[in-house]
């Protein structure tokens, strides 16, 4: 099993619906998350650290479910440039990081 | 500021070849990670310098494979008698926290 899973997509949504996925991770030890967001053929760039209250950016909001070992992403109001993959990190205790395979996301107008 | 560089940005070479990948984190980050990514794959995980720790060459999937650190600071990712398999983008990154921060990758085609 991979030390975190997500699922692919991709989610083809409208402009301005709302979106929002899952990834989970397999070690109860892991102790910080985040989302980075990849464009196509482009580096990784941070999206938002996922705080255990759960924690809003503009149209973003990140929550963490330690019980079931999941964060989630949720996009309000999408737009076309959140097109994009989004990729989930999640840092274990002893400072290993794993990213998982990312979600694809297509917004069209 | 400077973000993240890496060098050459596109590398063609032919199988059986050695290349040399560089990359220049951004100033005083004491941890650097390449990571490859296949088209339309995940992060894999290669290696990770944290300070003058010994590295972390867990992920590196073969004894082709090889990285340097030198001076706390530039990184060189060396494959030996590449195979096509190796095809990819290798990202570099660099973090002083938990906040990682990526370069434009080198993109690499082995025929």
């Known amino acids: 099993r991979k030390e975190v899973e997500q699922d692919p997509g991709p989610f083809n949504v409208p402009e301005g619906a709302t979106v929002a996925f899952n990834c989970t991770y397999s070690?109860?030890?892991?102790?910080?998350f985040f989302w980075y967001r990849q464009d196509c053929r482009k580096e990784p760039k941070l999206l938002m650290s996922?705080?255990?209250s759960g924690n809003e950016d503009g149209r973003f909001t990140a929550q963490l479910n330690r019980a079931s070992q999941y964060i989630s992403l949720l996009i309000r109001d999408s737009k076309l440039s959140d097109s994009a993959t989004y990729l989930c990190?999640?840092?274990?205790?002893?400072?290993?990081?794993?990213f998982g395979a990312g979600t694809t996301v297509t917004v069209r107008a | 500021g400077a973000g993240v560089s890496q060098s050459p940005s596109n590398k063609v070479t032919e199988k059986g070849k050695d290349v040399e990948l560089r990359c220049d984190p951004i100033?005083?980050?004491?941890?650097l990670y390449w990571y490859r990514q296949s088209l339309g794959q995940g992060l894999e995980f290669l290696i990770y310098?944290?300070?003058?720790?010994?590295?972390?060459k867990s992920g590196l999937p073969s004894d082709r494979f090889s990285a340097e650190r030198t001076g706390g600071s530039v990184s060189t990712l060396t494959i030996q008698r590449t195979q096509q398999e190796d095809s990819a983008v290798y990202l570099c990154?660099?973090?002083?926290?938990?906040?990682?921060?990526f370069g434009p990758g080198t993109r690499l085609l082995v025929l």
């Open positions: 310098f944290q300070g003058n720790s010994a590295p972390d």
């Open positions: 990154a660099s973090s002083a926290g938990e906040t990682q921060y």
């Open positions: 996922v705080y255990s």
């Open positions: 070690n109860s030890a892991s102790q910080s």
């Open positions: 100033s005083g980050h004491t941890a």
């Open positions: 990190v999640v840092i274990r205790n002893d400072y290993k990081l794993s």
